[in-house]
């Protein structure tokens, strides 16, 4: 009887699948995020995680039930070292195969360092190009507004002008016609008693 539940537990193995598209993301110099996908209708319950260091025997073995979660963070890693990471599908009879083996390399500070800078420099960069834009623009539009005003102004002042200057001829011509009238007869009358 007791080769019944060995078996039992032997079948629900084989019948769990391995998890599939093991993929490596968010790589940092000691940190890394797993994630997979598994086949719909696998009972599964949770992950087991075989990390270890490439030429190395020690393992960290991480496992997790009760949860569908599809990703699991490594840390603690060791920067520019080659790692090599299994899952696993746990299900209420147990672990499934593994999966194809993934293998990654953390990459060393400095070089995480030098591929953030240039990020914050170019969004540094950017902020200061739209604050230069925004400022050119409002003192663009504050200059065709003054030169608005300006042109707006001169027009009416040339009306006012074009206007009066007419009427300010006729007098100038009634004036120098009334005063002159009455010198050249007087001038002349002079002249004539001498």
């Given at each position: 009887?007791?080769?019944?539940?060995?078996?039992?537990?032997?079948?629900?193995?084989?019948?769990?699948?391995?998890?599939?598209?093991?993929?490596?993301?968010?790589?940092?110099?000691?940190t890394a995020i797993v994630t997979w996908e598994i086949l719909e209708g696998?009972?599964?319950?949770?992950?087991?995680?075989?990390?270890q260091k490439?030429?190395?025997r020690m393992l960290r073995y991480i496992?997790?039930?009760?949860?569908?979660?599809?990703?699991?963070a490594l840390w603690d890693l060791e920067e520019d070292t080659?790692?090599?990471?299994?899952?696993?599908?746990?299900?209420?009879?147990?672990?499934?195969?593994?999966?194809?083996?993934?293998?990654?390399?953390?990459?060393?500070?400095?070089?995480?360092?030098?591929?953030?800078?240039?990020?914050?420099?170019?969004?540094?960069e950017m902020e200061q190009a739209v604050q230069l834009?925004?400022?050119?623009?409002?003192?663009?539009v504050v200059v065709l507004v003054m030169w608005a005003g300006v042109i707006l102004l001169f027009c009416r002042q040339y009306d006012i002008i074009k206007d009066n200057e007419p009427n300010n001829n006729k007098d100038k011509a009634k004036t120098s016609s009334e005063c002159s009238t009455p010198e050249h007869p007087q001038g002349g009358l002079l002249r004539s008693n001498l």
């Amino acid at each position: 009887s007791p080769s019944v539940p060995l078996a039992l537990s032997v079948c629900l193995n084989s019948a769990l699948s391995a998890p599939l598209n093991v993929t490596i993301r968010e790589l940092e110099a000691n940190t890394a995020i797993v994630t997979w996908e598994i086949l719909e209708g696998d009972p599964v319950i949770g992950f087991a995680i075989t990390q270890q260091k490439k030429d190395v025997r020690m393992l960290r073995y991480i496992q997790e039930v009760n949860t569908t979660t599809r990703s699991c963070a490594l840390w603690d890693l060791e920067e520019d070292t080659e790692y090599i990471v299994h899952v696993q599908s746990v299900s209420m009879g147990g672990s499934s195969p593994p999966s194809d083996p993934v293998s990654f390399r953390t990459p060393r500070e400095s070089e995480k360092l030098a591929s953030t800078v240039p990020d914050q420099v170019d969004r540094e960069e950017m902020e200061q190009a739209v604050q230069l834009r925004v400022g050119e623009l409002i003192i663009i539009v504050v200059v065709l507004v003054m030169w608005a005003g300006v042109i707006l102004l001169f027009c009416r002042q040339y009306d006012i002008i074009k206007d009066n200057e007419p009427n300010n001829n006729k007098d100038k011509a009634k004036t120098s016609s009334e005063c002159s009238t009455p010198e050249h007869p007087q001038g002349g009358l002079l002249r004539s008693n001498l």
